[in-house]
């Protein structure tokens, strides 16, 4: 692979996985996060069902993508969604038996998770494979960190550990907060690099 | 009369305390890009509401069929959201074809409208809440008010957080996420905890 590729894919991959992590940054994929990630353990489920879905849906949309029409494009996502969801829900349970289960309905909502639609409606069709491939498993590492550290926090806050609690923080609202403040981080560290790149650009 | 009051109480009870957007955070993705262009929300709700009713009421004729067998129960979320991707299509190619001067110009929200539905009212929340079919219908009316409500709400407050006062690290997008948060909070006070 040519260094130059190499390095874009790389920050692609970085981009996707931290400094423009799409659920503070962009508000996509809010929801797992908020209604759904109150334990660790659920929050490693759905990262791991986040995984085996936008994998194969954004790969397939990078290969046959452009010959969709734009306007049929996002039935065609969904219902790829749909399909894909099967077998990735099969892998889950092969791998933590009866986590689909004990996901209720948090598991088949991510079908229709608006990270996954939007990057292979829009970002895969018109991507080369790599930086597809990069930007997919970035989104993937971003939304485990993002959804891991919010089910922890809310775990330990609860009960001590990181087994599922009910009541208090384990309801959306602090989600919601939480990832607001991840989004500050967030800012605050894009920021700082902003200033030091202009600083780098200023010199003689 | 009786069943008119209880159709008209499960709507405003899907705009107000079982409001998913605020309590339960569902389809905020969406809301807030919605709220970003404060002409489109009507329609964008409308065709919200319309989807919400075509999969309420394929989701009440399939979930009988869906739950007779083992197999198709797993099927089931796949199924159903196939289900919606026809709706989208349907009404897309109807749209593109029939009447090609307002797809054009509101063609681009009619596919969020559609995909947000699947999550705001797809027949999850209706066996959630064990509805019969014209309530289900009337939930599904609630829902494009809920969002009609959240999008109209976001679209006032979201430029106040753009201000100079405010530390930069939180001017913008977290600050709308803290503000929401609170709001939340307040409709948990209403719906006592989870909905689902």
Known sequence: ?204 | MRTLAQLILTALAAVSVENILFSCGIGFSRVLRAARRPRTIGLYSLFVAFFSLVSMTVGSLLNPVLLSGEALAWLRPALLALCAAAAYGAAAAALKFGLPEFYRKHGEILSPAAMNTVVLSMPYVQKTFQLPLARAMAFALGTGGAFFLAATLLAHIVPRFKNEDMPKAFSGFPAVLIYLGILSLAFAGFTGGRLF
């Not at chain 1, 969904?78 to 892998?91: I, N």
């Not at chain 1, 993002?146 to 609860?158: D, E, M, S």
């Open chain 1, 1 to 204: 692979m040519r260094r130059g590729l190499k390095k874009k894919i790389r920050i692609i991959f970085l981009n996707s996985a931290f400094f423009r992590n799409p659920v503070p940054v962009a508000a996509l994929s809010i929801y797992p996060v908020i209604a759904a990630g109150y334990s660790l353990q659920n929050a490693v489920e759905l990262s791991l069902l986040f995984l085996f879905l936008s994998v194969p849906v954004g790969f397939l949309f990078c290969l046959i993508g452009e010959m969709i029409p734009l306007w049929v494009r996002p039935a065609a996502v969904l219902a790829a969604s749909a399909v894909f969801y099967l077998p990735a829900a099969r892998l889950l349970e092969s791998m933590i038996p009866g986590a689909v289960a004990a996901l209720g309905m948090f598991g088949p909502l991510m079908i229709c998770n608006s990270l996954i639609l939007s990057r292979a409606n829009v970002y895969a069709p018109s991507h080369i494979g790599w930086a597809v491939a990069a930007d997919t498993l970035g989104c993937a590492v971003g939304f485990a960190l993002v959804i891991c550290l919010t089910g922890a926090v809310r775990g330990l806050w609860l009960s001590g550990s990181v087994r599922a609690a009910e009541g208090g923080v384990s309801l959306p609202f602090f989600g919601l907060i939480f990832v607001g403040f991840l989004a500050a981080f967030l800012q605050w560290v894009n920021r700082r690099r902003t200033l030091r790149t202009g600083k780098r650009g200023g010199r003689p």
